[in-house]
């Protein structure tokens, strides 16, 4: 495939890593990595859309190619949506775009999709196993006074997220991963040999932990009420072992246009099951656009 890279410098002085894929007389899509992985991890995908859709993708601050900040709040989330802000001004600017994201790609995206002023750029948001904290929070607090055993099923999926708290745990298990080793762990999670290696696997497990201890504290303690300034589509991994599926069923509250696909998957379907992916996100993206049209 056909690629072109760019580095974009963000409004903190940092440097992204950027590429895009097709012909840029398509619809643009972004498309947005999560935890631990970086852009690489969309290739799969891309391959299944490149034809229809001009795509950009991007390591995110801390992953791959991309810059990492010295400071945990540099990791907040309104400093990673200007940084999505830096990227679509800089090789799609004044064009709308679909957004697409997963895990961590997808928390952060929350905070743009939620934000007024992408209301005119941002034509949709496809989330995949990557909540709106907020909207988290709001959920676990009423888990808890109701429905106790589905709070906890939810934190015992959630445990890392604690572990990640603790100054130098997290930081230095991840120098013990190879490539080879963290491809073993992906195997046995999603039932195939196959996918492709992270090779920077240590370093971005290393320096995406600041992504939870910049926002979940603050988040979860002080969630704000945020609605979504364009139609969303859940792609719902049903196998998931990090996100519960049962986090979807509130967000119709905070979505006008809402749309759910339960996938039989675990929770790196891009790589495992990039077919079935692509299909959902072009179906939901290509539904919007006849409704634009019409």
């Known amino acids: 495939m056909e690629q072109q890279s760019y580095w974009v410098q963000t409004t903190d002085q940092q440097r992204l890593y950027v590429k895009t894929w097709g012909n840029a007389n398509n619809p643009a899509l972004v498309l947005v990595h999560g935890y631990p992985d970086n852009q690489e991890v969309w290739e799969p995908v891309i391959g299944h859309l490149v034809q229809d859709y001009y795509i950009v993708t991007y390591d995110v601050r801390g992953a791959g190619m991309s810059s990492v900040p010295r400071r945990t709040r540099a990791y907040a989330l309104p400093q990673l949506s200007l940084d999505l802000e830096s990227v679509v001004n800089s090789v799609i600017p004044q ?11 997808s928390i952060q995206s929350w905070e743009s999709a939620t934000e007024p002023k992408f209301r005119e750029r941002m034509l949709s948001f496809t989330t995949i196993s990557g909540p709106c904290l907020d909207h ?11 429905h106790k055993p589905q709070f906890f099923k ?10 990640f708290q603790l100054p130098f745990l997290a930081p230095t298990v991840w120098q013990f991963f190879s490539p ?10 999603e039932g195939r040999s196959d996918l492709p290696l992270n090779h920077h696997i240590a370093a971005d497990g290393k320096h995406g932990v600041a992504l939870y201890r910049a926002n979940f504290i603050p988040r979860l303690t002080k969630p704000r009420e945020r609605f979504a300034i364009c139609p969303v589509l859940a ?8 996100v519960s599926p049962a986090l979807i069923d509130e967000m119709p509250k905070w979505v006008e246009n809402f749309q759910r696909v339960n996938v039989n998957a675990n929770h790196w379907a891009i790589l495992s099951q990039p077919e079935v992916i692509a299909k959902e996100i072009k179906r939901f993206v290509q539904n919007w656009r006849c409704v634009e049209a019409s």
Do not use: C, N, P
């Open 95 to 105: 064009r709308s775009f679909h957004l697409v994201a997963h895990d961590w790609g």
């Open 154 to 163: 939810q934190l015992t999926k959630s445990w890392y997220i604690a572990a």
């Open 136 to 146: 988290a929070a709001f959920w676990m607090r009423e888990q808890f006074k109701q």
């Open 235 to 242: 792609i719902v991994l049903e196998q998931d072992q990090f």
């Open 180 to 189: 080879e080793h963290w491809g073993k762990v992906l195997s046995r999670l």
